[in-house]
């Protein structure tokens, strides 16, 4: 039986071989290095006393065998003890009784709220504080003359600007997509867009400096200004792909297609091959980090097919296009499994529901219902940075 000090020794050795995508990590290379160190360093001291290794020989699916995958049991830890300065509770309706959803986190303080009067019908984007505990409207959401129905869909930003596009329906039956943005300083929302007839397929959107950026379901990257009055452009080597965040694409959809690549676009387009092992399923990857599912269970590994885990305790993906959030964390139903400590952190879902889904990227808000009027909150965002 190996020993606790040959498995840190193996897992350290593993990390030590692992390649990095060079062009992809770009400049950051030299920040992963050490954010992978201190990954190891600490799923090492989680996991010591509780991992095993899987005596198998992994055939991944071009062929290649990989070493032995270990196999983790993760140090738990109840949520409030772990990050307590990441969980609040917020107001789970506005003054005129319209309900409001947590969107995602801006950063550690300032939450996007989307109000309503039904969980598909956004008429406010609203910014929460969770440390003085006030909201503050950030654009309103009319419904033009005309219009049989108008949902606004889920949100994407940078530092600067929100963007978000609508699926609607004129009063004569003719299909359109508005694509809207608002300062995220403050000011009136304005329209970029509005399209009929082509790009009605539009999927996920991003926002990036003066450009508006979205796929759409039948494949390829589009833009256009952010000031709008110019007709989309087709991003060059972006046919066939769906956007992860930008500049990031993929071959895959939401769709049980099987996710071969990730391409880089913010220049002369560069691939990152995705090795998938084959007992895996439904592996989804965000720009360095996937996830998918393996014998029944949750299985992570970077794009490249290295560091490959599976952290028992941690539920399945909740929806087929998750991949880890902030690339850090896998949330999954009552946990979140934090890749950067190995720690698997709990939480007891008061309620029969919860929600972390309506952002353009996977959220870094869970909420589940305390009562009819109050939500409790768990900003990852608000997490700090692994030691």
């Keep these: 039986m190996r020993s606790e000090d040959d ?46 290794i899987a005596a198998v020989t992994l055939t991944t699916g071009n062929g290649r065998e990989e070493a032995t995958r270990p196999v983790a049991a993760p140090q738990v830890v109840p949520l409030e003890r772990a990050w307590p300065q990441a969980v609040t509770t917020m107001p789970a309706q506005g003054p005129d009784g319209w309900r409001r959803f947590p969107l ?15 969980e598909d019908t956004f008429r406010l984007f ?59 300083a403050g000011g009136a929302p304005r329209r970029v867009a509005a399209m009929t007839g082509e790009h009605l397929r539009i999927e996920r959107i991003a926002v990036n400096g003066d450009r508006i950026i979205w796929s759409e379901g039948g494949g390829g990257v589009w833009w256009m200004p952010l000031a709008g009055g110019e007709a989309p452009r087709l991003i060059p080597g972006s046919e066939g792909l769906h956007l992860i965040r930008w500049p990031w694409a993929t071959d895959a959809d939401d769709s049980q297609k099987v996710q071969t690549k990730v391409v880089d676009l913010s220049g002369d387009p560069y691939t990152v091959r995705v090795v998938i ?107 700090p940075p692994a030691q």
């Excluded at 290095?33 to 799923?43: A, E, F, K």
């Excluded at 049989?148 to 039956?173: C, I």
């Excluded at 393996?294 to 991949?323: F, H, M, N, V």
């Excluded at 919860?354 to 997490?383: H, M, Q």
């Design 7 to 52: 498995l840190a020794e193996a897992l350290r050795a593993a990390a030590d071989r692992a390649p990095e995508p060079s062009r992809l990590l770009g400049g950051v290379a030299a920040r992963r290095r050490r954010r992978r160190r201190r990954r190891t360093q600490g799923l090492a001291a989680a996991t010591a006393m509780a991992a095993v």
């Design 277 to 383: 092992p084959r007992d895996v399923v439904t592996l989804r990857c965000g720009p360095f980090w996937c996830w998918g599912a393996q014998g029944g269970r949750s299985y992570l590994q970077r794009a490249d097919g290295t560091g490959a885990i599976e952290p028992q305790g941690l539920g399945l993906a909740p929806r087929l296009a998750d991949y880890p959030a902030l690339d850090r964390f896998a949330v999954s139903n009552g946990e979140v499994y934090d890749l950067a400590t190995g720690a698997l952190v709990t939480f007891e879902r008061v309620g029969i529901w919860w929600g972390d889904d309506r952002s353009a990227e996977p959220s870094t808000i869970v909420y589940w219902a305390v009562s009819g009027k109050e939500y409790r909150l768990l900003n990852l965002a608000a997490v």
């Design 104 to 118: 995602t986190a801006f950063d550690a303080t300032r939450v996007l709220v989307a109000t309503g009067p039904r």
């Design 126 to 184: 609203e910014v929460y504080d969770t440390v003085t505990r006030t909201f503050r409207e950030l654009a309103g959401l009319t419904v033009p003359p005309g219009m049989r129905t108008y949902l606004p869909q889920p949100p994407a930003f940078d530092g600067t600007n929100l963007a978000w596009y609508v699926k609607a329906l004129r009063d004569d039956g003719t299909p359109v997509r508005e694509i809207w943005t608002a300062p995220l």
